[in-house]
Nanobody, 118 residues
Framework: QVQLVESGGGLVQPGGSLRLSCAAS????????MGWYRQPPGKQRELVAV???????NYADSVKGRFTISRDAAKNTVYLQMNSLKPEDTAVYYC????????????WGQGTQVTVSS
């Protein structure tokens, strides 16, 4: 069974930075795509950033220019570097991995809390 373990969340002041990590229990190249989602308090889960085949990336408009998704295959880990954090970035951040199948199989981590507040 695939396991995804997130880490790196915490409390940070507006304008600060955090780096989230998502460690997978198997090679990240066994997945079609990996990404980060977030769920703000009282709201639905939303896409933040995704990295797929050929290292193609995609970002939510709200985080473009501030967040960067990357991966380290040797460590089976995907990262989310978050800079210039805003209070509206406060959410539980989840890692997701997708394996090709019909239908595709989705795996989720347990989530890590990010709170941006002064």
């Amino acid at each position: 069974q695939v396991q995804l373990v997130e880490s790196g969340g915490g409390l940070v002041q507006p304008g600060g930075s955090l780096r989230l990590s998502c460690a997978a229990s198997e090679s990240i190249f066994s997945f079609n795509a990996m990404g980060w989602y977030r769920q703000p308090p009282g709201k639905q889960r939303e896409l933040v950033a995704v990295i797929g085949t050929g290292s193609l990336t995609n970002y939510a408009d709200s985080v473009k220019g501030r967040f960067t998704i990357s991966r380290d295959a040797a460590k089976n880990t995907v990262y989310l570097q978050m800079n210039s954090l805003k209070p509206e970035d406060t959410a539980v951040y989840y890692c997701k991995a997708v394996k090709a199948a019909r239908p595709p199989v989705n795996y989720w981590g347990q989530g890590t809390q990010v709170t941006v507040s002064s």
